[in-house]
């Protein structure tokens, strides 16, 4: 049950043009009716709603920034944030899904593809005919992805890859997965691995609390041939990988303040309605301290997220501050849940309301990504000068 309502406490839709509010405003439409309805029966019995993929692609959800010749939209970063936010009022889940297939799979092949493999891809990725997934973490190096293993060498017109990545959003259904690994010189490059191509297998993940919704599992590489023109040319190093990651930590940055609002604005309304004590829970003052705080919190975020979204478009958003944005939002987003949670009372834990679907939903969201802990200590090292975390 979810409402469409949102708080606007600082006015900033006189912020965005009519265009980025008709696009917030469809994919609004579009989770109202086409995700909140079951969207937690399909988390209850832990299934993806593969249907969306193809009606994702159709509404624009894929790839929105990626120029029209290639199937995408051609948006700004700040339509391309509201869409996260609107999804993410949904699920997740479901926006794990679009951060990854827009950010982590589309961005770098059109960034570091040659032509032939913008070509091949972008399109069917934009339609959603063809679903991908980003495999960086491992199972010995999460937060640290540079001391990856897995590793491919040369062999002639092909290269052989070997090794394996574990935590990976829509591995079990993806086409094509963007991997990186090591060459033989240890340096970090990027590759598209096909589904179908010979020692290669994608395990899923089973028995997770969290994230339900969307698909989770491993990519295994067993002595496998991939052809060299599946080598993303245009980068070397762990530059690569990150580059997409501060893609994907916008859109998560917004999306947080989506589930935040759903979390929210399902308090408010059963606040006015729970009777105790002959009088609406709204009534009470820990009651109204609880919904203050937390239209506060959420005000706060939606302006980081504005102004980071048109420094985004200037060019001019930087890591660090893609990682206070990303750090501060979820953990906003995860304060407001557990006291939306509470606020519901027993309620709070029923299926019958979204808020404990995002509570689990969101501690995946603080974990992947980069932790709470490490985007704490890209911030210190911006600070101080000194990385804390090698
Ligand atoms: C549902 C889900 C989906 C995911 N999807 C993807 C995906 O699509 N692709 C992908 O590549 N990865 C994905 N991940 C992986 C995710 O990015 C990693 O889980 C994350 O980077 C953390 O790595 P780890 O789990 O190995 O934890 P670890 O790195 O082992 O960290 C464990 C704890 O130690 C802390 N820690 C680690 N190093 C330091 C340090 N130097 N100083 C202080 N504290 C430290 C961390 O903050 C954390 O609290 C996904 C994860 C989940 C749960």
Redesign the pocket.
């Known amino acids: 049950m979810t409402t469409s309502a949102t708080p606007d406490f600082y006015a900033l839709d006189d912020l965005f043009t009519d265009e980025q509010k008709l696009i917030r405003q469809t994919v609004r439409d579009f989770v109202q009716r086409e995700i909140a309805p079951d969207i937690d029966d399909y988390a209850q019995r832990a299934e993806f709603p593969r249907h969306l993929v193809k009606r994702f692609g159709e509404i624009g959800l894929f790839g929105p920034t990626i120029p029209p010749e290639y199937g995408g939209g051609g948006l700004d970063a700040l339509a391309y944030g509201l869409m996260c936010q609107e999804i993410e009022r949904g699920d997740s889940g479901l926006r794990?899904v679009v951060s990854?297939q827009s950010s982590?799979v589309m961005w770098p092949i059109f960034a570091y593809g040659s032509e032939e493999q913008k070509k091949k891809w972008l399109p069917k990725l934009a339609s959603g005919e063809a679903l991908g997934?980003?495999?960086?973490?491992e199972p010995d190096?999460?937060?640290?992805?540079g001391g990856m293993k897995t590793h491919f060498h040369d062999a002639g017109d092909h290269v052989v890859l070997n090794g394996s990545?574990?935590?990976?959003?829509?591995?079990p259904l993806a086409d094509v997965a963007v991997v990186w690994a090591k060459n033989e010189a240890g340096k970090i490059r990027g590759l598209l691995v096909e589904r179908g191509m010979e020692g290669f297998s994608t395990p899923e993940i089973h028995r997770?609390w969290?994230?339900r919704a969307?698909t989770?599992g491993e990519l295994v590489f067993e002595n496998v041939k991939i052809p060299k023109e599946n080598v993303l040319p245009g980068v070397e190093g762990l530059r690569g990988p990150l580059g997409c990651l501060d893609q994907a930590r916008f859109g998560i940055a917004w999306g947080a303040v989506g589930a935040a609002i759903d979390c929210y604005e399902t308090a408010r309304r059963y606040t006015a309605e729970r009777i105790q004590f002959d009088r609406p829970l709204a009534s009470f003052q820990l009651i109204q301290k609880k919904m203050a705080e937390m239209l506060t919190a959420i005000t706060q975020a939606q302006l980081v997220c504005w102004r980071l979204g048109t420094l985004k478009n200037e060019g001019k958003a930087t890591t660090a501050q893609i990682s206070m944005a990303k750090r501060a939002n979820v953990a906003m987003a995860l304060e407001v849940a557990r006291e939306a949670r509470q606020i519901l009372g027993g309620m709070g834990i029923s299926g019958d309301f979204p808020i404990m679907r995002h509570l689990m939903n969101l501690e995946?969201v603080v974990?992947?990504?980069?932790?709470?802990?490490?985007h704490l200590?890209i911030l210190g090292a911006e600070i101080t000068g000194i990385q804390?975390?090698?």
């Open positions: 794990s990854v982590l997934c980003f495999g960086l973490t190096y999460g937060s640290n992805p990545k574990l935590w990976i959003t829509n591995s997770k969290s994230l969307s989770t995946s974990t992947y990504e980069g932790t709470h802990d490490i200590l804390a975390f090698k």
